[in-house]
């Protein structure tokens, strides 16, 4: 599809359990994002990959989380032995690479994967 | 600590109307402004942006101002329509470089027909 698909759409996993969060960036794509969003509050930073480099990862809350990009193409975010308190939709994000004379440009997101753990 | 703050949770507006949404944000180091609409059980989308070299964006019903000596911005929709109805967020970045957006917690625009 032409846009950021991710999966599963909902996914609910026992406390303790290990989950795997899958993004498909749109094609071409150079930069891809992962956000946690709480319910009620704005989406928050997790990591950052620039193809397949992980660039920055300082908004992973512990070393449970592991994102990897190892194509450059699709991303997984993986939780270890899930807690309550990783309870959140995850989003995704792709962005192309700036315009040659430095020209941002916006973020597409996906439909995000809301984790219940129960 | 909040790096970019939209104090009103919600809002609700009369349909044809003009909607106001404000941000602010502390980190002089942004320079790039987004908002983004969202719906129930979606994703993000983009609506508009806004680098700090304008202080005005304006796109169809969509106008975004930036007052950089204030560190503040807001999202005007004239007129507003009930389809506009969802939750609005401020996002910023640095200008020109791959780093992340940081987002306000959302304002939940109703408009009422």
């Known amino acids: 599809g032409a846009g950021v698909s991710q999966s599963p759409r909902y996914k609910v996993a026992k406390r303790g359990q290990d989950v795997a969060l899958r993004c498909d960036p749109i094609s071409g794509h150079v930069s891809l994002f992962w956000y946690q969003q709480a319910l009620g509050q704005g989406p928050e930073f997790l990591t950052y990959f620039q193809n397949e480099a992980q660039l920055d990862k300082s908004g992973l809350p512990s070393d449970r989380f592991f994102a990897e990009r190892p194509e450059g193409s699709v991303s997984t975010l993986k939780i270890q032995r899930t807690q309550q308190e990783d309870s959140a939709v995850y989003l995704c994000a792709s962005r192309r690479n700036r315009l040659t004379g430095g020209k941002n440009t916006e973020a597409f997101f996906g439909q995000g994967t809301r984790l219940t753990v129960v | 600590d909040q790096q970019v703050k939209q104090n009103s949770p919600s809002l609700s507006v009369q349909e044809g109307r003009i909607s106001i949404l404000n941000c602010d944000y502390t980190n002089s180091m942004f320079d790039y402004f987004l908002w983004y609409k969202k719906y129930p059980a979606e994703g993000p989308t983009f609506l508009i942006s806004?680098?700090?070299?304008?202080d005005k964006n304006e796109d169809g019903r969509f106008t975004v101002f930036l007052n950089k000596s204030a560190k503040h911005l807001s999202l005007h929709i004239v007129p507003s329509q009930p389809g506009d109805s969802a939750v609005y967020f401020c996002?910023?970045?640095?200008?020109?470089?791959?780093?992340?957006?940081?987002f306000g917690k959302g304002t939940r625009l109703s408009v009422i027909a």
């Open positions: 806004i680098s700090s070299i304008k």
């Open positions: 996002a910023a970045s640095r200008y020109g470089g791959n780093t992340p957006l940081v």
